[in-house]
Structures are given as C-alpha cells and as structure tokens.
C-alpha cells in the first residue's frame, strides 16, 4: 500500500514557465486535496476534490488549476510560475472531506523553487 | 466555524525533559482532534488522534494527548524528550462536517 504518491519531489522552474506537480492515492480515498506550507504560514488550503469531477478552490487558489479525471489522480497545474510560488507542496488524501475520525493521509512532497 | 490556536511557534527543551506543547480549538460541535508530527524535509504523519470515549490518547512514539473539553483544549505530551523528537507539530480539529483545520505548527527544539 503506497499511500498517497507525489512527484516531482524536487523541481526548480524559470518565471513563466508551467508544469503540472503529480498526486495519486491508492485507498480509494474520496477527497484529495493540494496545500502550500511556508516558512511561519502554516499549511494553506489552494485546492480541493469531493470526488471525481468535483473540484473547488481553498484559501489561495489563485496561479493553480485542478482537475480530477480519476479517483486515485489528482495534479496541480502552475501555469506562469512566478516566484511567489517558491514553496513545499503537499498533497492530502482521506475517505471524506471532514476525515472525522480517519485525519487526512500526506505526501512527501514536492520543493518548488521559481527563480 | 472551527479553529485550532497552537500556543508558542517554536518550543525548546534539553533531552531528557517534559515535552509540552499547547493546542486549544474551537468547535460548535464535538470535535474530532488530531496531531501531526513533521520531520525535517518529510510529509506530515499522524501522530495520535482522539475521536470519542477515553479522554487520554496514545500515540506513536511515547506522545500522548489528553482532550478536555472544558479548556477545549488538547495539548500534546511527552514524559521525556529525545532528540529525535526535533521536529514540526501540527494540531487539527475537525467537527465531522467541514474540512479539517489545521494550526500554525510549533517546532520543537530538543538540546543535548
């Protein structure tokens, strides 16, 4: 059992450029979700799936798009890096959006940096 | 709505020492309560979660937590530090309805 899987686990991006960051899960988890973590900021919400075909935007969505084809596969797209975007992200998986008893399942992560 | 207040961003204690490190939330509902252990450079990993019934949770690692509701508090503790204990926590709260929410973290410090 894998767990939740992120790759790149390192990439560094030139202003303007895209790429998409990857997250599968294996448990048949329901909700994935996409968070930032900075230095003094704490995790911060950018986007979220209820489902397949079902996204929504967190706290800081804006420079991120999501889409979820699947169940298992959920990506974060960058579309002009900048480098306000120079951050760790994690992706989050659980069999409901409240987790209730269950807590959310983590990546590793992904270290972007943006020059 | 729910919050989750983590007193103190960074803690420091020499090895050895009573870990003590502070969560209080706030929930309209009974909560489902969480900790969350980030090593260096690692995702975060669950730590001990309370759900319902004992009020006194174990977790990994020798951590435990206790949940009171009158203090709507659920500090984390440790009888004796390791240095191997240097590393980010988070408390998060859940009320069963709405996403889990998570605190700022506090990072331990743990000295020879």
């Known amino acids: 059992n894998a767990g939740v899987t992120q790759t790149p686990k390192f990439q560094v991006l030139k202003t303007g450029q895209s790429m998409t960051l990857q997250c599968a899960q294996d448990?048949?988890?329901?909700?994935m979700s996409w968070y930032r973590q900075d230095p003094g900021m704490g995790l911060r919400l950018i986007h979220y799936?209820?489902?397949?075909?079902?996204?929504d935007q967190g706290e800081v969505p804006n420079g991120y798009n999501v889409s979820r084809s699947t169940t298992e596969d959920f990506p974060l797209r960058l579309l002009s890096a900048a480098p306000s975007q120079t951050s760790v992200y994690f992706c989050?998986?659980?069999?409901?959006?409240?987790?209730?008893?269950?807590?959310?399942?983590f990546g590793s992560g992904t270290r972007l940096t943006v020059v | 709505a729910q919050s989750v207040t983590q007193l103190g961003s960074h803690v420091s204690v020499s090895e050895g020492a009573l870990v003590l490190l502070r969560c209080n939330y706030s929930?309209?509902?009974?909560?489902?309560l969480f900790w969350y252990v980030q090593y260096p450079n690692q995702g975060l990993q669950l730590l001990l979660k309370?759900?319902?019934?004992?009020?006194l949770v174990k977790g990994i690692n020798g951590f435990e937590a206790e949940f009171k509701k009158s203090e709507t508090s659920f500090h984390l503790t440790k009888p004796s530090a390791h240095m191997s204990d240097a590393a980010e926590y988070f408390c998060a709260v859940s009320d069963g309805f709405q996403k889990l929410v998570f605190g700022t973290g506090t990072r331990l410090l743990v000295s020879p």
């Open positions: 799936s209820v489902g397949a075909g079902i996204t």
């Open positions: 448990m048949n988890h329901e909700y």
């Open positions: 989050a998986s659980s069999y409901s959006m409240a987790a209730s008893g269950y807590g959310y399942t």
């Open positions: 929930s309209s509902v009974p909560p489902y």
């Open positions: 309370y759900t319902t019934g004992a009020t």
